[in-house]
């Protein structure tokens, strides 16, 4: 255990507040009586009243959460069919072009993303709004969950599938019998990923979307370039409370899992 | 339970030329891209006969046993089951069912599901399913853990449920990949002979993949020695040990002494090889002729070690000095120096608790060895 010196303390202390001061003054002033965002007077909780009164901010909150659930899952799909050709099919020609293509939108920057979208779109004449909103989403996020799933399946022992198979179930049947509920966790979180980064994104959806489809964080941006008001920083609060929670949770479970996985297997050993 | 000794020592149907195999590999080669896996194999496998598929790693043995379960197909070849040839039929239609070496249990099933997967997979009605997965929870010994997950269970019940799952659907043929090798030494002792008792139980055929040769031959009927993708010798457990063909399979299997030397002379199935400590004097249906090169195999265990000359001339010795001793409780190894600097193993039985005056370091000895103690090997 090395020892708590004055170095180590300091550089925690900093570290923590370079990440979470600019947060935590945001939330504190989401409670804040006055209009005025710098200036503190008072504990109210007004903004989270006169939110839920603000029908535009909630608009763009149901068209994001609508986005975000229909391209997460979308996403899931796609990524995880790509991940298992990548992973088990990996003699066919040109496989490491598909790859590379496969991972290139992760470090494309989001504006080329965005633009060459929005080409798209005008080119073959199909009208912004939901649906290319969700459809741009669905490109963007696919790969992430494609390399969440294929670090997954690199690990995965290909006979419990050739059991299957051996024991008479068609590869379908495989598949969604075996291979699926045995993967389900990392599909699970290359959901989660494909979700939150749906559920925050500015640039590619100010590109792609239409009338009558913004999304929260676009609005959010609009309302703060008039000025930041108290109402903001209350549903980025609200925001920030439910990321929070979703990584509590999901951390409280995998930790979970792993002390039960350690559990049974001492049982298992010491009662042989 | 009635003894099984009868039957397996009158089970001998590759001798008799009348009965037809049941598994046949005809002129099976298995490529995969410039490595040749199983080189134009041809073998034939007898119904309810305990067959074991020997070699080093990379030598084919597993590559052959995965075609007969349907997860390769042959590059060129004819695998035959009962009459079909079943080189085109998928894994999940083969009458074929396979423990694997990993075991492969789903883990996200319990112990229950997992033998009942293969059932389910058949369309079987449930009240059948669950009779058969109890009976099969019987027959491994595992009835109070049917509820367990597999991460729940140590090695040695993981592996039975592992054949548990395999057997559930009565395969014609159950293929087996290094089935004990997951376990300790005392633990796979054990099972080789639970094995050898199911299959006899169950009349079924089981094939079985192993580089462990003690394993090979305590429970097969036959054993192929496999070498390079081809079958060095396909023979049981004795004849391999007691009549290898080749200098391969002599040294593959078991420790063994070979003497090399010239043929002095050859009639009549018997052979006098002249090597540098020996005069070996030996039958052998092989055709030798005088002044080619020949090779002598003989065991450790079946030279003798003796402080004077053996009193009868016939038989084949030389001096030599004790220059190693190995004590291993059951017995004791001795390598002895001969005249000519050549080290020969052998080994005594330690049948009696102490022995008066043993044989100690450095003390001159006789070897020898009756002519029909070992083998010339074809080469």
Request: charged share 20%; glycine share 6%; with cysteine.
């Amino acid at each position: 255990m090395p020892s708590w010196s004055r170095f180590n303390i300091a550089s925690i202390v900093l570290g923590f507040a370079f990440l979470y001061l600019p947060i935590v003054l945001l939330v504190i002033f989401s409670f804040n009586e006055s209009k005025l965002v710098t200036v503190w007077a008072g504990f109210s909780t007004k903004w989270y009243v006169a939110l839920f009164h603000n029908q535009g901010l909630l608009d763009a909150a149901w068209v994001t959460i609508r986005v975000s659930l229909i391209s997460a899952t979308v996403a899931t799909v796609l990524g995880t069919m790509a991940a298992l050709a990548l992973v088990r099919y990996t003699r066919f020609r040109g496989r490491l072009l598909f790859s590379g293509m496969v991972y290139a939108p992760l470090v494309m920057p989001e504006v080329i993303t965005g633009l060459s979208l929005l080409l798209l779109f005008v080119a073959i004449g199909f009208d912004r709004g939901f649906w290319t909103l969700t459809l741009a989403h669905i490109t963007f996020t696919m790969c992430f969950v494609a390399v969440v799933v294929q670090s997954r399946l690199l690990s995965f022992d290909r006979s419990i599938e050739e059991a299957a198979l051996d024991l008479g179930a068609t590869p379908l049947r495989t598949f969604f019998e075996v291979t699926l509920p045995i993967i389900a966790p990392a599909v699970f979180s290359g959901w989660v990923l494909a979700f939150t980064l749906s559920l925050d994104d500015l640039v590619i959806s100010s590109f792609t979307t239409g009338p009558g489809a913004t999304t929260l964080p676009m609005k959010i941006y609009s309302q703060v370039r008039l000025g930041v008001t108290p109402e903001i920083n209350a549903v980025c609060t609200i925001l920030i409370a439910f990321v929070t929670i979703g990584v509590v949770v999901a951390s409280v479970t995998t930790k979970r899992r792993e002390v039960q996985r350690q559990r049974d297997e001492q049982a298992a050993f010491a009662g042989r | 339970m009635k003894s099984l000794g009868n039957i397996r020592r009158s089970f001998t149907p590759w001798a008799d030329p009348q009965s037809k195999p049941y598994i046949s590999f005809k002129n099976v080669t298995k490529k995969f891209g410039d490595f040749t896996a199983v080189d134009d194999l041809t073998l034939n496998i007898y119904h309810r006969e305990f067959f074991a598929l020997l070699g080093a790693s990379g030598c084919g043995k597993s590559t052959l046993l995965r075609m007969l379960a349907g997860f390769e197909r042959p590059t060129s070849g004819e695998i035959i089951l009962d009459g079909q040839d079943i080189a085109g039929i998928p894994p999940y239609k083969r009458p074929v069912n396979m423990m694997f070496q990993s075991y492969a249990l789903f883990p996200h099933m319990t112990v229950e599901r997992n033998i009942a997967f293969g059932l389910r997979q058949d369309g079987m009605p449930k009240a059948q399913i669950s009779e058969r997965v109890a009976q099969m929870l019987k027959l491994v010994k595992l009835e109070q853990f049917a509820q367990r997950k597999p991460q729940q269970l140590s090695g040695g019940q993981r592996q039975r449920v592992a054949l548990a799952r395999s057997l559930a659907k009565r395969p014609k043929v159950l293929l087996l990949d290094e089935p004990l090798g997951a376990l300790d030494k005392k633990l796979r002792e054990e099972t080789q002979f639970e094995l050898m008792d199911l299959q006899q139980q169950l009349g079924l055929t089981f094939v079985v993949v192993t580089h462990d040769q003690e394993e090979a031959m305590t429970m097969a009927d036959r054993i192929a020695v496999m070498s390079h993708g081809k079958v060095v010798q396909v023979a049981t457990p004795a004849e391999i040990y007691e009549a290898p063909n080749s200098r391969f399979v002599a040294d593959f299997i078991g420790d063994v002494n070979i003497l090399e030397g010239k043929v002095k002379s050859a009639d009549n199935g018997r052979v006098e090889i002249a090597s540098d400590d020996f005069t070996v004097r030996t039958l052998s249906d092989a055709r030798q002729s005088a002044g080619s090169s020949a090779a002598f195999a003989i065991r450790p265990e079946k030279l003798r070690i003796s402080r004077t000359a053996p009193a009868d001339p016939s038989v084949n010795a030389s001096q030599g000095e004790i220059w190693d001793i190995g004590y291993l409780g059951d017995m004791t190894v001795l390598h002895v120096r001969l005249p000519s600097g050549k080290v020969v193993k052998t080994s005594m039985l330690n049948a009696q608790r102490e022995v008066e005056n043993p044989i100690g370091y450095d003390e001159k000895v006789w070897v020898s060895f009756a002519e029909t103690a070992g083998v010339v090997l074809r080469d």
